[in-house]
């Protein structure tokens, strides 16, 4: 296993993280035998970050990691998130406060090395196309998400704060700007990588403007979600074990599950050298930006865990596959 910092940090992590979410499911919907299991390989494997949320499951996810982290007591990152609503601005430090004490509770632990928002930012609040969305006033203004996740900070609730960067890519970059976070979790993978890549006038993704970029200048780690494009990359493998049997609606514009599935099957040139699988070209295609600390992979069974781990250290994608890549995101070369 390959080892990078998590940005101004200082934490030294796994380059494969180990993703607790929902369409994964081995820690929503797996036995604690099998969480056990699965836990205590991956550690061998040398991952050591963790992230979840209370969302997932409903709780299950971060009651799950804390039991099984309990009975293993090892060394690792682990990284939980405060989803933020609408309905909670009249109280948004009461509302953090909560919300993290339940999921310290859920994952048995005193405190969180991370504390992430898990709400997408607009530059207006519930603003047309950004519907339920945070306005960049009610994360970085007075009485703000940002400063409920200082003063956790300061209770020694959590060592670090980052937030989820879903929402409208201008008001992204002015939360990465204003230098109050740590970490930012940023989608990017083969069908959408246009966090980590430029990608010409035209492209049909939701354009995320280089926001890994933007968050390597302000000395930010990064945790790269959604690299599998919530399976669609991994074909029927991908909705096995203990995987969610269906994916729900969009997070980002342009971005839903089954026209993500179709464009995924134009992407098996990528399956050829020492690429043998499309998740494999999917993880690897990732670890290829410098300014990405952590690549969050989640997992429906044990094998995944193997195959995940085995894409750490093996290099790029071949020039080659790159540019035939580029083509399909719109370049003509």
């Known amino acids: 296993m390959e ?9 030294r992590v796994s380059e494969i993280g180990f993703g607790c979410g929902n369409v994964g499911g081995l820690m929503v919907r797996g036995s604690h035998e099998e969480q056990v299991e699965a836990v205590t390989r991956a550690l061998e494997l040398g991952i050591d970050y963790f992230d979840t949320a209370p969302s997932y499951g409903d709780g299950k996810s971060e009651t799950s990691l804390g039991r099984v982290l309990e009975e293993l ?3 690792v990152t682990v990284a939980t998130k405060v989803r933020v609503g609408l309905e909670d601005l009249d109280d ?3 509302a ?3 919300s993290l004490e339940a999921s310290l509770g859920r994952l048995r632990m005193d405190s969180v090395d991370v504390l992430q928002l898990h709400s997408r930012v607009a530059m207006e609040r519930d603003g047309e196309g950004w519907r339920g969305a945070l306005g960049i006033e009610d994360v970085l203004g007075e009485g703000g998400v940002a400063d409920a996740f200082d003063a956790m900070r300061t209770q020694g609730l959590t060592r670090f704060i980052g937030f989820t960067g879903l929402g409208e890519a201008k008001a992204l970059h002015r939360v ?3 230098g109050r976070f740590d970490v930012v979790q940023s989608y ?5 990588p246009s966090a980590g890549w430029e990608v010409p006038n035209g492209f049909n993704g939701y354009d995320f403007k280089r926001l890994i970029d933007h968050a390597m200048g302000r000395e930010m780690g990064v945790a790269a979600i959604r690299v ?3 399976g669609a990359v991994g074909g029927e493998r991908a909705r096995s074990g203990h995987a969610s049997p269906r994916v729900g609606g969009s997070m980002v514009p342009g971005g839903g599950y089954r026209d993500d599935e179709a464009r995924a099957k134009g992407l098996d040139f990528l399956v050829s050298g020492d690429v043998s699988s499309l998740p494999e070209a999917a993880i690897r295609f990732v ?3 410098p300014s990405v600390s952590v690549v969050l992979v989640g997992f429906s069974d044990l094998g995944q865990v193997e195959e995940a781990a085995a894409c750490s250290g093996k290099g790029p994608l071949p020039e080659s596959s790159m540019m035939r890549l580029r083509e399909t995101w719109g370049y003509s070369s």
């Open 3 to 11: 080892y990078r910092v998590l940005g101004r940090t200082g934490i």
């Open 287 to 289: 670890l290829m930006h």
């Open 188 to 192: 990017c993978n083969l069908i959408n």
């Open 96 to 98: 953090v406060e909560s």
């Open 92 to 94: 948004i430090l009461g």
């Open 228 to 230: 599998m494009a919530a």
């Open 73 to 75: 007591s090892p060394d």
């Open 176 to 178: 990465v700007e204003s």
